[in-house]
């Protein structure tokens, strides 16, 4: 739903709450980096993926020189030829700790969004720590880290509790650091969420939405987001920034927006949260994906992709849409593809 990519073997879709992290947006810990070092090269993890890519291209159309860490560093993208790609390997750190050397600021996307064929969440937050510690041992001199709205490690939700750890490695790892936390990222073609339900509601009669879909999300656009980050860069304190787009609205009116904007037919329902996940997972055999979990429905019952900070997002979400309308949807962004075959 949001959020971060999963450059690992998936990409974030990315749930108020509290939190065990600093959860004050704008919070200074009053940590400075030393501003008269930089390399003129910044690290992007999973810059071939949603997020990644967006904060990639910014930086190169900014004059600055680009690496990527992922699992595909030969996987075709339009900024192939324009990063300089290592592939991810946590058990080697001294390899690990070659890619960061001479970096400026590491942009960190790496997440799952799902557990599945043996990568879980407590792997990634095991792999988040190691990365963060290599960073300070290579002299990185900040850490731009993509997190989730509303995390915290009370959460019952994995996904939502094991972001919250991450973000207490990377306060405890003693990196100069900014957290930001978007709520449901849309705008990409490597997005998941806002395209897919595109698509069912063009190929499906009827569509779903769990409960009375009266639970609030707050889209921001994924160029915000990556203008967010790199602002974030700039500075020298230590802090946690809320990344929330201008427009709040139901689940329900959400996916009318979309249905109206696409010109489909289908009827949306209202469905009881079991028989709503039952249906979710039908699908996700006849596509071969994970198309909606329970904790992702969990999380938006929950209204955790909402925000009561002041929105840093510009972009409107319904006037992307009518800009978006005739393509999106128009393929199915199947996660399982694209980051674990």
């Known amino acids: 739903m949001s959020t971060a990519d999963?450059?690992?073997?998936?990409?974030?879709?990315?749930t108020g709450t509290d939190t065990d992290t600093d959860t004050d947006t704008g919070t200074d810990t009053g940590t400075d980096t030393d501003t008269d070092t930089d390399t003129g090269t910044d690290l992007v993890t999973g810059a071939f993926s949603h997020i990644g890519s967006h904060i990639a291209r910014r930086l190169l159309d900014g004059g600055r020189k680009v690496r990527t860490l992922t699992y595909h560093p030969d996987r075709e993208h339009p900024l192939r030829a324009r990063v300089e790609a290592f592939k991810y390997d946590f058990d080697d750190i001294a390899e690990l700790e070659r890619s960061l050397a001479g970096i400026t600021t590491l942009y960190n996307t790496y997440w799952v969004r799902i557990e599945h064929d043996g990568t879980t969440f407590d792997e990634a937050v095991r792999h988040s720590r190691v990365l963060f510690d290599a960073a300070v041992r290579a002299g990185v001199k900040r850490i731009v880290h993509v997190s989730v709205s509303n995390p915290s490690e009370m959460s019952p939700l994995p996904y939502y509790s094991g972001k919250a750890r991450v973000e207490r490695a990377l306060a405890e790892s003693g990196a100069s650091?900014?957290?930001?936390?978007?709520?449901?990222?849309?705008?990409?073609?490597?997005?998941?969420?806002?395209?897919n339900i595109a698509y069912l509601l063009r190929k499906l009669p009827v569509f779903g939405v769990p409960g009375d879909g009266n639970y609030r999300v707050q889209p921001v656009h994924v160029d915000d987001v990556a203008e967010i980050c790199v602002d974030q860069a700039a500075t020298v304190q230590n802090v946690t920034v809320d990344a929330a787009g201008p427009e709040t609205y139901t689940f329900i009116k959400l996916v009318r927006l979309i249905r109206d904007a696409i010109g489909a037919r289908a009827v949306i329902a209202r469905v009881p949260v079991p028989l709503m996940s039952f249906s979710a997972r039908l699908l996700g055999v006849l596509l071969r994906d994970v198309v909606l979990t329970r904790e992702e429905t969990d999380g938006l019952m929950h209204e955790l992709l909402v925000t009561q900070s002041t929105p840093l997002g510009r972009t409107?979400?319904?006037?992307?849409?009518?800009?978006?309308?005739?393509?999106?949807?128009?393929?199915?962004?199947?996660?399982?593809?694209?980051?674990?075959?």
């Open 177 to 195: 650091h900014a957290i930001v936390r978007p709520t449901l990222v849309f705008g990409s073609d490597r997005e998941v969420l806002v395209n």
């Open 6 to 14: 999963q450059s690992s073997h998936g990409t974030d879709t990315g």
């Open 316 to 341: 409107s979400f319904s006037a992307w849409l009518d800009e978006s309308a005739q393509t999106l949807g128009g393929e199915y962004a199947n996660e399982l593809a694209r980051h674990f075959r």
